[in-house]
Structures are given as C-alpha cells and as structure tokens.
C-alpha cells in the first residue's frame, strides 16, 4: 500500500492544479453574451407521462432575430429531440388527447399563422387548418375530434388602398405594440371539426373572448370575456360557460366588478378554480389576484387566498380534486404551494432563494415546472414529493466559464419607518468594503425583484459593481397595503425607500457613498427621474423609458383608465395640481446636477418618448450632461437582439464613465 501514497499525492496535486486553472479561465459576463442566452416556455406533458415537448428561442446574430422551435425531451430527461426547425418559426405544442399527434402553429411562406399537425412517429408536419382572420390560440376537445379555435374577426383588404387615414372613436385609443386602437374586429370561438375541416362559429357579439378551456367530458367551454356595456372605461372581466355545439349560449357565472381570470375546470367538471383583483375599481394596478373556487353551475365563490395577502398565479388542479397548486409571490420569493379547496388551507410545497414559473400537472399525480435562481436562467424541473429533478439543460452553454454575481437580500428601514426588503448583487471574488455602486430599479410599480436570474443586474456586477434591487413600497408580495401604499403618489415613498437602502449599505460600510449609479427601466426610469431630482448623491443615472411632466402624458400614453380613476381629470375639481404635484423632476429639472443618460423606443406608446426628449431637453437646456438614445422601431419592451446588447453596452459606458471606474 506504501507504493500508492506518492500517487494518491500526486493526483492531489494535479486535482487541486486542474481546479484552480479551470476556475481561473472563468471570464465575466459581457454584453455579446446576450447572443447565447436561451428561452424554453410552454411546456407540454404527453398523455402517457413519457415525454414533455416545449418551445425553445435562440437568437442568430447574423440575422438579428430570434427563432422559435419545438424540442422534445424524455420524462426521465436522457433524451432531447429538436422537432422542428424552419425559419418562420413554431408555437403553442399541444398533444392530441391519444398522444399520436402533437400540433403547433406557424405562419409560413408568408402566410397567415395556422396549425400544423407532425405525427410523433416522425415526417413533416401537415398543414390542418386555413382559418381566416388572426388564429390566437387553440386546444383539442378531450376526445380528439375537435379544435377549439381563439380567433380574430377577418378584414378582407383585397383591392383597397394601403393607406388611409385611422378613424379613431375609442375611449382607449392607444396600445404599445399595436398601436392606435382603431381595429373594430372582435375576438371569438370556433369549433373546428379535424375530420371534415368544418370551421363553426361558437361565439359571437360586440365582445371579445379568449383564455377558454374544454371541460373534462368536452360538453362545455369555459372563457373570458368583457360584457360591460364600454369596455374600454373598466377593466372587468368574467367567466363564462358555453355548450360545445354551434347555436350555445353562454352563462356567466361570475359577477365581480374587477377581473376574473385564468379558469381551471376541476377533475370531475363540476366547479371552476380562477383568480379573482383584489378590488373591484374600473382600473386595477395596485392589486393581487386571489385563487377562488365556483361552481361550474355559478353561484357563491369561495375565497381561498384572501387571508394570505399574497398574489397567487398559474392555478392547477390536482389530480384528486381536493387541492388546488399555484405559485405564491411573497418577498423576493416565488415559490409552490397547494391549497385545500374546502378551507383554503396552504401547504407549501417547495420555495427557496429562488423563482419557480409555469406549472403542469403530470399524468401520475407529480409536476413540471420552470424555475431560475440568481446564477441559472430557467430550465425545466419535475417535482415530485417537494423533490426537484432537472429535465433540462439548455443553459449550460450559456453559464459555463463565466462568473457571475453573488445575491443576499437585506432589510432596510426608510426614513418614515417603512421596512424594506432588497437584494444585493456582490461581484466574484468581491469583498463588502467600499464598492462602487448601481442601484437598478425594477418597473411596474407593481411586482418585485426575486432570487430569479437578472441578466442586466448580473451585466453591471460583471463590471466591479454591486448591484441593489430594492422592492420598493408600490412593488407586489409584501401584501395589499404595501402594494397601494404609492397610490396617487408617485415619487414619494419609493424615493424614501431606495435612499434607505442606500444609508443602510453606506453605514454598513458595504457601498461607496460617492461612487453610487441609479437607474431602470418603464417605473426604473421614472423613479429614476424622481430620485436625482431629489438627492444629488448619484453620480450618475441612465433613465429607460420614463416621464416625469405628468401632466403632458394624459391622452398620450396607454393608462388613460389609470390617470382618470388615480388622479382625476386634470380640468376637475383642480386635479391638476396633483399632475404637478408628481412633475416635480422636470419643474425642479435645475436642481439636477447628475449626469443622466435617457433611452426609449421611438414607437413605445407605453411609456411615450416624450417622457425622455423632455428630460434630456431640460437637462441639456442647463447644462448637466446628458444623452439621448431613440431605438428606432422599438416599443416599450426593445426587443431586437443588437438593441438590446447596445443597451447593456450604454449602461456600462455611462456609469464607468461618471462613476470613474476602472476597466477589468
């Protein structure tokens, strides 16, 4: 045995060599890695339990686009199969109920978007359907027979002009990405029946109609809709019920004045699991759904996550019928838990420093589902027994070699009291003593930062930064009165808790008090705005799609519903001093001495341009530096690749620029 001693030390010795050499050739994270970052969604379990098809989206950087295909992967997860690969593009799997077919739509050559059928034996995909008007979405009856089909009312522009001027009578007349809302088509149900390519009209009317599901016997259908009397001046929605045969009428079987939404027939058919706003207001924005119950014959709804005062999402029946999973959104966390129908009783089933997303039940009781965490962009997980099993692997290509950003949340005490929760971006290696600083701040308001992998925070660590994430109040799973505490009072209280965080980490001796950047994106930006105008401490700020002359915006952005029911209209009752009231970065724009750095889409009618060309024309007219960056043919969200890596690159250049940091 005396022999194998200088061996065993000499494999040692080379181990521990090969670990720090491979350790040492991890590199940090730059914009051009953009290009590899994946994105699975939709996953689909086969009848038999065997197999689990999803989308997956990859960028091509020549092309400067991305495509979407439909892979394969075996329930045991030994066995990827990419199933479709054309440059047009494929969506929404779905496996006929006998698990021989399994469907997607596409539009190709040109035409307009349809579904294609591939039998799971192998070959090409045959084209099934040729529906006029816009195919939305679709789903096959539980017998297989037929399809029922999500579409928009067809237009026939054979023979008319190309250009003709938008005659416009909606209250809400402006929409990001589809622009001015003149369209008049609806959306409505069709049963298509695949044995004679017969296409019959389920439902019809002044309305529109959409997120349906068949009911377990297939004899009825359950949807959305919005049957008010001006759509446009709400943002109700109810559930419905229709028979599955062409001439039904539907029955509503809820009546809440807010939103119902996302229906889950259970097992048996005879009730119906949904999410119901919190409030019943015409406009619904700081709010969190609940997970409710009715039967399916409508009557009383059974409130089961109302005492939990956390947005629940992604309902899904058991397979017994007695509970109820969905994913909790509740302080930087997203995690899974189960609800008993009768008593509304929660069992958590798994969470952790990380964010869990869709959710399917399996044919044997057990679950899929997608999860991220601070260092992993999502994958697939079978979760069994509170038990996660990877199934997927897509982002390994992406994370190896490279270092990326350690996440710890941290309590801070704003200057009313307010405690707020946060979460700390470290770089590799880096040490909690004096680090220069960026605090990027989420949009919404309403939603928050979690354990979930940030691809712009984890970009500006890569840099020597520490990056804070602060969920401000205004900002979701913290409950309903955090969530409404900014209500017709923007700038105020978010302000307050980005600057206690900041004094928090400043007294901890975590941050360099005079090396701290500020920026975000849509409510980021705008909070950007009010936080420079109040506090000079920021050395510098890159502003993404915000505003801050409110008053300037009313009819010009989307949230016409918002401004009327938040703050009134602005000729009423001298509302219009709350406008100014929330103008005060651009009416106190010389007080602002960082240099700031604004950006937006030409086309975002979200958040409009003239939010950022009037902040940067302010800013300039002063004399404080500042830039302008107009993505052209863009809309709220920039969405094509180069943009976006152009965006990182800008945030990076701009901070090292004025935080005077020095290159890696």
Known sequence: MKFLRPLLFIFLIVFVQFKTYSQSEKRNLIPGDIYKLKSTNDAQISPDGKWLAYTLTTIDSVKDKRNTDIWMSSWDGEDKIQLTNSPDGESNPRWSPDGKFLSFTTSRNGGTNQIYLLNRLGGEAIKLTDVKGDLNDYSWSPDGKKLLLTIKDYEDTTGKKSAKPYVIDRYRFKQDVSGYQYDKRKTHLYLFDIATKKTNTLTKGNYNEGNSQWSPDGTSIVFVSNHTEDSDKNSNTDIFTIDAKTGAVEKQITSWKGSDNSPQWSPDGKSIAYLRSTSDANYIMYDQPILCVVPATGGESLLLSKTLDRPVSNPRWNKDGKTITALVTDDCERYISTFDVKNGMMKKVIGGNRSFGSLEVHPDGSWITSMSDSQLPSEFYALKDGNLRRLTSIQDDFVSGISLATVEKFSSTSKDGANVSNLLFLPTGAKKEKLPVIFYIHGGPVGQDDFGFDLTRQMLAAKGYAVVAVNYRGSNGRGIDFCKAIYADWGNKEVLDIQGAADYLVSKGIIDGNKMGIGGWSYGGILTDYTIAKDTRFKAAVSGAGSALQLSLYGVDQYILKLDNEFGQPWKDKNYEKYLKLSYPFLNADKIKTPTLFMTGEKDFNVP??????????????????????????????????????????????????LKLKSF
Not at 614 to 638: C, D, K, N, V
Request: glycine share 8%; no cysteine.
């Open 609 to 658: 341009a003239i939010g950022s060309e009037q902040m940067y024309q302010a800013l300039r007219s002063i004399g404080t530096p500042t830039e302008l960056i107009i993505y052209p043919g863009q809309f709220h969200g920039i969405s094509l690749p180069s943009f976006q890596k152009d965006r990182l690159e800008r945030y990076v250049e701009w901070f090292d620029k004025y």
